[in-house]
């Protein structure tokens, strides 16, 4: 089976000097993202869109479950075989479920690109899912669930999920719960809700990257010989998380000995023009022991042992989040202290600031740009988020070329995040 080529994708790559970037589409709708890279080893990354903001209401967890079952056996071998099967061929792979789309990766030699591949295909189109693991894979996801509650931070950043952006999405669960799903949820699971959630999953939406030492064709050629029979699932359904505004919220811990706090407001979205902007403010803000909030927070005031904030991107917005833990005593100065700090942002940064903040996120590019599986990582990001494959140096050049009148312009007009606060 042949794949058909994008041309817009041939001409972006074709922009920024990489020929060997393209994007091919299966019959069925599984859009490919393949790159020739010279090299012994390849990567494959698979991203499903259906994640836990999926999760029908009343089966929060379904996802989580689901992606693990899929493990259990396939295509006749069951989890021994099918690991064993993996592992004859010196293959890595992995998974995992986040609140909009399940992933599963491989690796390996470029050898055995066809033959993983296919091993792959039989996991996702030809999953065993038998019924005596439903049992044992829910009372893992209730487990997990359950050690959410033991830290005061995980509680928070839970209660925080639920507060900022819960909330159900029609006849979908959305947001406001966990990948491991709710007690309710996980109780109102079985063989037969799972497999309903199964039949959903399918090529419509569902995106591959590949990074190999082969042509881009023949990366294609193999990707359509093994998924070439993908049968339809439902038509993927884009979640969008309502945003709370002005949520104020404690949470009472009585034997914790720390007061955490988090802050959360809406900024630029990943496809917005100010979103590179507001990633270099927000390295300088909070990118290690030389920004401001280390400073403000641990070294002037012995307020917190560590402060950070955060990019959310979900659904098509974004946001940032900040987080500290501080004594009870003293957490309502912490408080003040980073409102103050990120009012003073709207003030811009020092010319310091701006080189610092920009020669770490350059540097971070330049490592994430080396390895295949980031490789790959990375094209499917791209696609997500601003829905065409871009190469790695088009964000280099974008980065070299920002200005710190460009950053401290974005950051003077940046709304107040304040009379919107959530904690």
Known sequence: MIFTPDPAAKSASAQFNN???????????????AQRRAGDGFA????????????PVGLEGAAGVLEEWLSKGAAGRDARALAGAFDDLGLRRGGGVGAEAARLSLSGRNGQLGAGLSLLADVVLRPTLPESEVAVLTDLARQDLAGLHDSPEDRLALHTRQQVFGGRQGTLAGYGH??????????ALNAETLRTAYRRWGPEGSLMAVVADLPCAEIAELVGQAFGDWQPGASPVLVEPPFHAGIRAHLPHGSSEQTHLSLTWPAPAANHPDYLASQVALTAFSG???????????????LAYAAHASALLLGSAGFWQVQAASTPER??????????????????????????????????????AEGRRARARAMLR????LGRLRDPGERTAQLRALTLEQVNAYLAGRPD???KLRW
């Open 288 to 302: 290690g022991s030389a920004s401001r909030l280390f400073h403000a927070v641990r070294e002037e005031r012995g």
């Open 382 to 385: 791209d696609l997500v988020l």
């Open 19 to 33: 020929p060997h970037a393209q994007l091919f589409t299966l019959p069925g709708g599984l859009l490919l993202a």
């Open 331 to 368: 957490a309502a100065e912490t408080l003040e202290v980073l409102a103050a700090e990120t009012e003073r942002l709207r003030n811009g940064l020092s010319a310091t600031e701006f080189e610092r903040a920009r020669r770490g996120l350059l540097t971070g590019l330049a490592f994430s």
């Open 44 to 55: 494959v990354s698979l991203r499903l869109p259906w994640g836990s903001a999926h999760d």
């Open 178 to 187: 966990p990948v491991s799903g709710t007690p309710g949820g996980l109780a």
């Open 417 to 419: 995040p304040w009379r």
